[in-house]
């Protein structure tokens, strides 16, 4: 069965907190939310103005706060570039956090660019090698760890399939991002039916009209400036729901769009082509 979440990081571009966000969530009756996630401290999250969770702070008494406003957590976002070396401890202290917090997964991406000096190829075999330095210990604490397409390794459909039957392992999926393969000049709908079988966690974003021309050159956007249903990408989100029914998929797609009233639009259009 399809789950809706709502991303934390939609509230970012209006400057909110994550106790805002939670009213919020439990006002519009959205019992499911994806955290962004901070390996360290920041200025803003400390000042009440980024909806994002440190991984130093108290996963318990975050827990406690979630519960309170009867919210459960399908995803951290653990994003940095899975080329360097940083991403090891991001991983394993994202996982570490979300196994205190009752969150069954984190997510994880490569960069934007393939880094000077390095090819595609060396990106792939450095991805695996640090997800795999990560791997068991998302082994002994039970959590998912989901590739998310958003740049050249993770929206090449040929290495991400490859990626997932190098580490074939349950806990090893895909988290997939339905504006990131469509503005890296994949078709959405043919890249979920593909990666399917590793597919455990959605992020729903559109597309404004303004950036087609931008198709095909970038390889992702943080969020989108118009709501979900609004934009060029709506009619692979109505297919790839109907791919996701036919085949009886369980899990939760989590709503990405650029602040509060484009969140509330996408949670009405999302609801009706559930």
């Not at 880094?115 to 959590?143: C, D, F, K, N, S």
């Amino acid at each position: 069965m399809i789950k809706i979440g709502i991303a934390s990081d939609n509230f970012r571009h209006d400057d909110r907190s994550l106790t805002y966000f939670f009213k919020w969530c439990q006002k519009n009756q959205s019992p499911i939310v994806e955290l962004n996630t901070l390996n360290g401290d920041d200025f803003f999250e400390g000042l009440g103005f980024s909806p994002a969770a440190s991984l130093q702070s108290d996963p318990l008494a975050l827990r406690h706060e979630l519960e309170s406003f009867g919210l459960k957590v399908s995803q951290l976002d653990c994003h940095y570039a899975l080329h360097r070396w940083q991403s090891i401890p991001y991983l394993i202290n994202g996982i570490k956090f979300a196994h205190a917090l009752g969150c069954p997964a984190i997510a994880t991406t490569d960069g934007a660019e393939v880094p000077r000096g390095m090819t595609l190829q060396q990106v792939y075999e450095r991805a695996a090698y640090h997800i795999g330095e990560a791997l068991p210990v998302a082994r002994t604490h039970g959590i998912q760890i989901n590739v998310e397409p958003h740049g050249p390794l993770t929206n090449n459909l040929e290495l991400m399939v490859k990626l997932m039957k190098h580490f074939d392992d349950p806990l090893v999926g895909v988290n997939f991002d339905t504006a990131n393969t469509f503005i890296a000049g994949n078709d959405p709908v043919k890249m979920t039916e593909a990666l399917l079988p590793w597919i455990h966690h959605f992020h729903v974003k559109d597309v404004a009209p303004e950036l087609r021309a931008n198709i095909g050159k970038d390889t992702g956007i943080a969020a989108s400036d118009v709501h979900v249903g609004q934009g060029i990408n709506a009619d692979n989100i109505r297919n790839i729901v109907a791919l996701l029914k036919k085949h009886n998929w369980d899990g939760v797609m989590s709503l990405e769009s650029k602040g509060e009233m484009n969140t509330l639009k996408s949670l009405e259009w999302f609801r009706t082509i559930l």
